[in-house]
């Protein structure tokens, strides 16, 4: 009953604007009540109730790995506001998400491109509209799986991440499309931004701020040679080891995990995250 309250509700709603602004016929409520029933068949044995399945996993030494989505920079609360998704992107929102208690989380892996992208406005302080740019944005494929939007594409910003550590309590890293960089004679790294001639190694709060400060860069020399599939940390060239040395110094956070294409068995493995040592006695869910 409900279901087909609100339902009534919502269509008589969306008829009356419909037909009001645009003379359209609308759509037909028990239609809709129909065909709906019969995904409700299909999915019935499916929906549980999602916090209590989880808690028993864990209760039962379960290993629980859960994924979030967007970036700790489009959190509704910790995020560039209002260039934010309407959702807790950030780590704590698992458990929101989920319906399990903070305590249960022991350990957060973070994921980082080995550059910088941003898709749709808001400040971007190392954002490149030059040919390195469009290199990034065409070599890695940076375009929307869904939209097709083309996102931005810039240097790596060692601020932004470090805060991202920070912010999701994160145990390790994960650098992913570093074969991206191949092609490239030098690669620069920001680490802090300058604002009338203050140097900043935190991200100010101020969004008009944050829009009007220029990176600082170190520049690191290029490997100039492929690291596509590559799997052993050892044989990435030399340049790529240092570069990835100062990311993950620069972080304060182990990289575990290192891309070099876009298939699943094109990763470098420093550490396997699930089996790093737990804070606590049992197994508990990482996110």
Same mark, same amino acid.
């Given at each position: 009953?409900?279901?087909?309250? =609100? !339902?009534?509700?919502?269509?008589?709603? &969306?008829?009356?604007? !419909?037909?009001? !602004?645009?003379?359209?016929?609308g759509f037909h409520a028990e239609k809709i009540f129909q065909e709906y029933l019969c995904y409700a068949e299909r999915l019935r044995s499916m929906i549980v109730d999602t916090g209590l399945l989880v808690y028993r996993a864990i209760t039962k030494g379960q290993r629980v790995l859960l994924e979030g989505a967007q970036g700790t920079h489009l959190d509704v609360d910790h995020g560039t506001y209002p260039y934010v998704t309407s959702s807790s992107a950030a780590a704590g929102g698992a458990c929101t998400g989920v319906g399990i208690g903070p305590t249960a989380i022991d350990g957060v892996?973070?994921?980082? =491109?080995?550059? &910088?992208?941003?898709?749709?406005?808001?400040?971007?302080?190392?954002? !490149?509209?030059?040919?390195?740019?469009?290199?990034?944005?065409?070599?890695?494929?940076?375009?929307?799986? &869904? &939209?097709?939007?083309?996102?931005?594409?810039?240097?790596y910003?060692?601020?932004l991440v470090r805060c991202a550590v920070r912010v999701n309590g994160l145990t390790s890293l994960? %650098?992913?499309?570093l074969d991206v960089l191949d092609h490239l004679d030098e %690669?620069?790294?920001?680490?802090?931004?300058k604002f009338k001639g203050h140097r900043l190694t935190e991200i100010p709060q101020e969004l008009a701020l944050l829009s009007a400060c220029d990176p600082i860069y170190e520049t690191w020399s290029g490997w100039k040679r492929s690291t596509t599939g590559i799997t052993d940390h050892r044989a990435?060239?030399?340049?790529?080891?240092?570069?990835?040395?100062?990311?993950?110094e620069l972080a304060g956070c182990p990289i575990d995990l290192v891309s070099t294409g876009s298939r699943r068995e094109q990763t470098i493995v420093l550490r396997n995250p699930l089996l790093r040592p737990r804070r606590r006695s049992g197994t508990r869910p990482v996110a």
């Open positions: 009953p409900y279901f087909r309250q =609100k !339902l009534e509700d919502n269509v008589a709603e &969306t008829n009356a604007l !419909l037909q009001a !602004l645009y003379h359209a016929p892996l973070g994921v980082s =491109k080995a550059y &910088t992208t941003r898709v749709g406005s808001g400040p971007f302080p190392t954002e !490149l509209s030059d040919d390195v740019g469009a290199m990034l944005q065409k070599q890695g494929n940076e375009f929307g799986a &869904t &939209t097709g939007r083309a996102r931005r594409c810039g240097w910003d060692a601020v994960a %650098i992913t499309k %690669i620069r790294v920001c680490t802090g931004y990435l060239p030399v340049e790529a080891r240092r570069y990835l040395a100062r990311l993950e």
